[in-house]
């Protein structure tokens, strides 16, 4: 694992989970494979093993580069810019 400056950048508290699962995959009628929230607005969104790829989407939408799992027990951080776990 790296340290990236995006990392550095992100708010020191945590920010809070907008929801417990991704809208997007409730509005559209899909089921999440596993979540990730956004470490930057607490966004949550589907991983890339989900048919929807909402959490990549939301990066790609946001600009917001580091999310980490939202699953139990898993604290793991992408970031999207990078290519990164971090």
Same mark, same amino acid.
Request: glycine share 6%.
């Given at each position: 694992?790296? +340290?990236? &400056?995006? &990392?550095?950048? %992100? !708010?020191? /508290?945590?920010? /809070? !989970? %907008? @929801?417990? @699962?991704?809208? +997007?995959? %409730?509005?559209? *009628?899909? $089921? !999440?494979?596993?979540?990730?929230?956004?470490? #930057?607005? *607490?966004? #949550?969104?589907?991983?890339?093993?989900?048919? =929807?790829?909402? /959490?990549? /989407? $939301?990066?790609?939408? @946001?600009?917001?580069? &580091?999310?980490?799992? =939202? +699953? !139990? *027990?898993?604290?793991?951080?992408?970031? =999207?810019?990078?290519? %990164?776990? &971090?």
């Amino acid at each position: 694992m790296s +340290e990236c &400056v995006h &990392v550095r950048d %992100l !708010p020191r /508290a945590e920010p /809070a !989970p %907008l @929801t417990d @699962t991704c809208p +997007e995959c %409730l509005e559209v *009628g899909s $089921h !999440p494979v596993q979540l990730r929230l956004c470490l #930057v607005c *607490g966004h #949550v969104g589907c991983c890339d093993s989900s048919p =929807f790829r909402h /959490a990549t /989407a $939301h990066y790609e939408r @946001t600009g917001h580069p &580091v999310m980490r799992s =939202f +699953e !139990p *027990g898993e604290s793991w951080r992408w970031c =999207f810019t990078d290519q %990164l776990l &971090v």
